[in-house]
């Protein structure tokens, strides 16, 4: 099972923004710096509800595209550890299987014959090319921080983690 640092990593990784656009068609990207195979199962919406998808098997120190995933601010994501067990999850339940899949709906899992799954809400903020990295996965809580980019400009950031996760640094509690 990941250590409780890793599982607040990973809770850490998904950034938080409340969804703002309509999904465009494309793919999300999904990095793996660890040293353990990991399966990941998204779930997003689109115009007809929920959708989820898996499960994409992702090598030690890779990057995969996961086909499919529309560009979002929003996505839910179950990630496994094949290597050293355990399983990040959240209190979002979707609904999968253990081979291959793409489901839509989350009503009545069991009694469509699949699984009713936990997953965690990770949000990519406005990127146009969405990438997530299991080294910085943030909660989906939206608690602003005003914080000072790279470049020296002032941002506002739906949390203290997603402002990390892009180099910024916090100045004050609030929006800039």
């Known amino acids: 099972m990941p250590s409780r640092h890793n599982l607040l990593l990973l809770a850490l990784l998904t950034a938080a923004l409340l969804p703002m656009a309509v999904p465009v068609s494309a793919d999300l990207r999904f990095c793996n710096p660890t040293q353990d195979r990991l399966g990941v199962a998204v779930g997003f919406k689109d115009k007809q509800g929920f959708v989820t998808q898996g499960w994409w098997n992702l090598p030690a120190k890779s990057c995969d595209r ?11 994501l179950n990630v496994i550890n094949y290597d050293r067990g355990g399983e990040w999850a959240g209190d979002t339940y979707l609904c999968t299987r253990e081979k291959e899949f793409t489901l839509r709906g989350i009503e009545d899992c069991a009694a469509r014959g699949y699984e009713r799954t936990g ?56 929006k800039c």
């Open 119 to 174: 997953f965690f809400a990770v949000d990519t903020g406005r990127a146009k090319s969405p990438a997530i990295n299991v080294n910085c996965i943030c909660t989906a809580d939206y608690v602003p921080v005003c914080a000072r980019k790279p470049d020296g400009r002032l941002e506002t950031y739906s949390n203290a983690c997603r402002a990390g996760c892009e180099g910024a640094k916090v100045v004050r509690k609030g």
């Open 66 to 76: 996961l086909p499919g995933t529309p560009i979002d601010h929003r996505y839910y």
